[in-house]
Every structure is written in structure tokens, then in C-alpha cells.
């Protein structure tokens, strides 16, 4: 939507809306959503009759106005880029950086981020099916990767990507049924009992009373029966093998 800044209140900024009566703003932009830009206050970006374009977050806000955001549309070049992606796309780009929280992406063809270190962010869970302790277990910074778009977010500038979602599922693939006797290693100990590793990706539960009073720990061998597979909730319930 397009308007003109009306006037400012605290931290917001009231925007008389194309359409809106002389005098009478409907529109409100919080602070937060005003610039990517470090400001003390928006009168230093700002002035009352400057225009601007911004996109709606919220219609009917806590005083009645519709909430906006500026800074969505405060880089034309990215949030046009932003608007041209959608959920299911296939991209390519190059890790930028690599984090605990997560890992972020340069988009081929995207435009510099303002404040991030790329376009793209994959969250942790969304980097493998596989199990690892690190995000640097998966990807390093400057490998070039082929993600899918799971959606943007113009109000961050940033697009939610999956990197696991361009492999193939382990649990479409899990070659086993009730009753099944196989090996795993001990992938974890919790107090009600072991995680085994069925498959290169997929662990299922020991229960404590299935243990029979034995110990195991981390790294351990054991031999195991599949006593139940739920592939809709992916949990895999286990016993030990006699």
C-alpha cells in the first residue's frame, strides 16, 4: 500500500493511506518495522507528507489503524526478488555462513542482504534427516547447495529454506516390520531408556521395561525387535532381542 506519513506517535509512525480521509490516518507502522537501518528515531527518516510504500501486516490493529511494514518494502530490488520465489521452488546458491541456530544461504541472482549474510536461511531441522550435534556436520561455509523454497518472508527479507527436502526420506525407505530382529548401535541413553539406530537415519526407542534391568550405553551394539512401527507419527518401538 501506498500513502504519506501523517505524523508520529512515540515510536510509530501514522500514515494516511491513499483513500483515507483528510485528517484521518489509517495506517500505522511500528517502529520495528520502519527501516533496516539503525535510527533513534523515525523523524530521522522520515517527514510528515514524505511518501512511502509499505505492505500490510495486520488490518484492525490494537487502535483500529491497519498495520504496516516499511522495511518489507524498503529495498525494491530484494523484496521484488522475495515476491518472484515460491513455496516448492528449487534453488541453487553458496552457504554463507554456518551457525548453531542455523545456516544462512546466497540465492543465485539474489540482491545484497541489508543485514544478513544472505537471502536464504535453513533452520536446523531442516538441514538433514540425518542425525548430527552441529550444522557444520552437514554444510561449511562456501559450499554451493540445492535447496527448496518453503516460503518468503518480506517483513525479515529473508526466504525459509530446506535442504532436506531434496533427500530422499529414510523413513519411505525403512525396510523393516514388527517382529524384525536387527543390530543398531546405542545413539542415546535417556532415564526411560536407549535410542538405537535402525537405519542410516532413523532410531527407534528401547523402553526401559523392554531392558530387563541391563545397561547400555552410547556406542553399544544390541541386537533388537521391532515391535511396533508407526511411519505416520515416525517413531519405531523396540524390545531386545532373546
Same mark, same amino acid.
Given at each position: ?7 508520529? !506517535?512515540?515510536? !510509530?509512525?501514522?500514515?494516511? +493511506?491513499?483513500?483515507? /480521509? ?5 495506517? &500505522? ?18 517527514? %510528515? ?5 509499505? $505492505?500490510?501486516?495486520? &488490518? ?7 498495520? +504496516?511494514? /516499511? ?11 522475495? *515476491? ?50 552441529? @550444522?557444520?556436520?552437514?554444510? %561449511? ?8 523454497? *518453503?516460503? @518468503? =518472508?518480506?517483513?525479515?527479507?529473508? %526466504? ?12 519411505? $525407505? *525403512?525396510?523393516?516390520?514388527?517382529? !524384525? ?7 542415546? %541413553?535417556? @532415564? ?16 526401559? =521395561? ?6 547400555? $550405553? $552410547? ?11 508407526? &511411519? ?11
Amino acid at each position: 500500500m501506498t500513502g504519506a506519513v501523517a505524523g508520529f !506517535d512515540g515510536g !510509530d509512525v501514522l500514515v494516511l +493511506l491513499d483513500g483515507d /480521509a483528510p485528517g484521518l490516518p489509517s495506517g &500505522r507502522v511500528p517502529r520495528h518495522e520502519l527501516t533496516w537501518r539503525d535510527v533513534q528515531d523515525p523523524s530521522d527518516v522520515l517527514t %510528515v507528507g514524505q511518501r512511502i510504500r509499505a $505492505e500490510v501486516t495486520m &488490518r484492525g490493529g490494537y487502535d483500529g489503524r491497519t498495520l +504496516l511494514s /516499511a522495511r518489507a518494502c524498503e529495498d525494491e530490488a530484494l523484496y521484488g526478488f522475495l *515476491l518472484g520465489l515460491g513455496r516448492g521452488d528449487v534453488v541453487a546458491g553458496t552457504v554463507s555462513s554456518v551457525h548453531r541456530f542455523g545456516v544462512f544461504v546466497r540465492i543465485d541472482g539474489e540482491p545484497r542482504h541489508p543485514v544478513y549474510a544472505g537471502t536464504g536461511f535453513i533452520n536446523v531441522p531442516q538441514l538433514s534427516w540425518s542425525r548430527f550435534e552441529d @550444522p557444520a556436520e552437514v554444510v %561449511v561455509p562456501g559450499q554451493r547447495i540445492r535447496v527448496e523454497v *518453503l516460503g @518468503p =518472508d518480506t517483513r525479515r527479507g529473508q %526466504v525459509a529454506l530446506s535442504l532436506k527436502a531434496l533427500q530422499d526420506d529414510p523413513w519411505e $525407505e *525403512l525396510a523393516v516390520a514388527a517382529g !524384525d530382529v536387527l543390530a543398531g548401535p546405542v545413539t542415546k %541413553v535417556i @532415564p526411560f531408556g536407549v535410542f538405537v539406530r535402525v537405519n542410516e537415519c532413523v532410531e527407534g526407542l528401547v523402553h526401559s =521395561d523392554q531392558l530387563g534391568g541391563r545397561s547400555a $550405553e $552410547e556406542g553399544q551394539e544390541l541386537r533388537v525387535r521391532i515391535l511396533e512401527v508407526d &511411519r505416520a507419527g515416525r517413531r519405531i518401538r523396540l524390545g531386545l532381542a532373546d
